[in-house]
């Protein structure tokens, strides 16, 4: 028992000394750190299955102003539905998709563009496999998730998100501009009842 009772204050000791460490005092106040600003830069990794599919629609679904996606396919029906959603909000939600695969994508890219959204397909002379999302000229998230169900529920795929850092969401809405302005109009399709995915 006196061992025991020697550990723990052994350990409340360690334990005290690091908080004092982390103060400072300035005549008879204590300064202590400050606590992280909500807007201070953060950069966080998250897989599928598992938080990507939660971090994806948590940044759509608290964008204010833009949301930028660039991506290979986005057969998703809930995505979809938020897209329309932070549309009906006053978002400006503009989407480009790979050219592959057009038969696979022309159904979502119909009900985005019935909804008011910019959908078009990408035009590259490589072949484009990249997947990102930007919002409000200062948040993304990229990696291998292609926002597909499939690609959050049944694949091994990871993400990087970055918030509050305009310097890479900059980069990456630049290269959304260029793509843009060679995007392709998709050819009309009879729409299937209710959204896609």
Not at 19 to 45: C, H, K, Q, Y
Not at 117 to 132: G, H, I, K, M
Not at 167 to 183: G, H, R
């Amino acid at each position: 028992m006196k061992r025991l009772l020697s550990l723990l204050a052994t350990g409340f000791l360690a334990t005290t000394q690091v908080a004092m460490a982390n103060e400072t005092e300035l005549g008879d106040s204590v300064v202590r750190p400050a606590a992280a600003s909500p807007f201070a830069p953060s950069i966080r990794v998250a897989f599928s299955p598992g938080e990507a599919e939660a971090e994806v629609f948590d940044l759509v679904r608290k964008a204010n102003k833009s949301i930028r996606i660039l991506t290979t396919s986005l057969v998703n029906r809930d995505l979809a539905d938020e897209l329309l959603l932070a549309k009906s909000r006053g978002v400006d939600v503009r989407v480009l998709f790979s050219g592959a695969s057009k038969d696979q994508k022309s159904f979502v890219i119909a009900f985005l563009k019935n909804g008011g959204v910019f959908a078009a397909y990408a035009t590259t002379r490589q072949t484009l496999n990249s997947n990102f999302i930007v919002t409000d000229e200062a948040n993304t998230i990229t990696g291998s998730v292609d926002y597909a169900s499939t690609s959050f529920r049944r694949n091994h795929e990871t993400i990087m998100i970055v918030k509050n850092y305009p310097d890479a969401a900059f980069k990456l809405i630049s290269a959304w501009d260029a793509l843009a302005a060679e995007a392709e109009e998709f050819a009309p399709v009879r729409q299937k009842q209710g959204a896609p995915g």
